[in-house]
């Protein structure tokens, strides 16, 4: 297990109103003083340590330290299993990071149908399972950048988002691609008044179907934890972290941008297209670096998170610092 710094805490800090309200809230019913950077030392030493939980498939995860190699990008290296799956962002669940891996447990994600709907020739409800076959599961180890100031290198298991959504065959007049969260009290979710639920979030449909929006179903091999989004979850390494969507039940084609969730909290502060840009100070923070976790120091952000080259050319002629 790494080491986290006190510094941690201010990254994973989320200073929104709604957030901030709801650690108040916290912080008075822990009847704990003092700072927040405080408050969340003596949490996590409240917290017993974390067990390496088992997989849905029943094997043992792979052990934070045992990280191979061969699942780094070049000059990096993946961030151990142990880190991936303790320190997230799941709202519905805990606004604190290091609680979500315990509360998200109760998710209840099987059986699970995911609906493709909207301005498309083939609509469909798919089961997981028939979904998950859709195409062949690969290996795609991505950056993940959080707006908060902190990234991740994650192995994930999944396929192109395009593979769905070219069998419903969008219509002429579908331009982009609305998605949801699963919202359903049955199903132990959502537990927090955080946010407005379902999660929701969207794409431009030349977004959605680029080949690196990912459908993930896995994180180094292993089914998706609950904390991580199970059954099924978004990943769009080149923007920022919020806009890949967890737990997704529903995938809607539409002709007008959609809603997403944080852009509904704070309008002036979360733009629809989240590129990763280290020339804007989104959610007016600096976003010029980042603290790689497990990592002592900062890295330089890079332009869409160091995926320029391959999708600069969707936002050709646009000023992303005007469409953040
Ligand atoms: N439904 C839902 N999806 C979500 C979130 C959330 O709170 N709810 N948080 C987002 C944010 S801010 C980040 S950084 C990533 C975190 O993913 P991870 O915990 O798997 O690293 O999920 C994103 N997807
Ligand atoms: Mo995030």
Redesign the pocket.
């Known amino acids: 297990m790494v080491i986290k710094k006190a510094g941690d805490i201010k990254s994973s800090e989320i200073t929104d109103r709604k957030t901030y309200l709801n650690r108040r809230q916290f912080m008075r019913g822990a009847t704990l003083a003092g700072s927040v950077v405080a408050t969340g030392f003596l949490y996590r030493q409240l917290l017993a340590p974390e067990p390496v939980l088992p997989t849905p498939t029943g094997k043992v995860a792979p052990d934070a330290q045992a990280a191979p190699k061969q699942w780094g990008l070049p000059g990096e290296e993946a961030t151990p299993y142990q880190d ?1 799956t303790h ?6 669940f805990a606004t604190d ?1 290091y609680s ?1 891996a315990r509360t998200s447990q109760s998710l209840v994600t099987r059986p699970w149908t995911v609906s493709v709907e909207g301005l498309v020739n083939n609509p469909k409800v798919y089961d997981l399972d028939e979904l998950l076959k859709l195409a062949p599961q690969e290996d795609r180890i991505y950056r ?1 950048r ?3 100031g902190w990234s ?1 290198v ?1 192995p994930w298991l999944g396929f192109s988002l395009s593979e769905v959504l070219k069998r419903a065959e969008p219509q002429g007049n579908a331009r982009f691609v609305a998605f949801e ?1 699963v919202n359903d009290k049955k199903r132990n979710i959502p537990l927090t008044d955080a ?1 407005d639920w ?2 929701v ?1 969207g794409l431009r449909l030349d977004e959605a179907m680029h080949p690196l929006a990912t459908l993930a179903s896995g ?1 180094y091999g292993e089914a998706l934890l609950p ?3 199970a059954p099924i ?2 990943v769009l390494p080149w923007k ?8 997704v039940v529903r995938i809607k084609l539409v002709e007008r941008m959609p809603p997403m ?2 852009n509904l909290a704070e309008p002036t502060l979360y733009g629809f297209y989240s590129n990763v840009n280290p020339k804007f100070a989104h959610r007016l923070r600096d976003q010029t670096a980042e603290r790689r976790i497990g990592e002592y120091g900062k890295r330089e952000t890079q332009m869409f998170n160091g995926y320029g080259d391959e999708v600069a050319q969707l936002y050709a002629g646009m000023d992303l610092n005007y469409y953040f």
């Open positions: 991936i320190y997230n962002n799941f709202y519905e990071k979500v993940h959080c707006v908060e991740m994650i969260t946010l379902p999660y979030e994180i904390q991580n989004g979850r978004l920022y972290g919020y806009k890949s969507i967890k737990s969730t944080w």
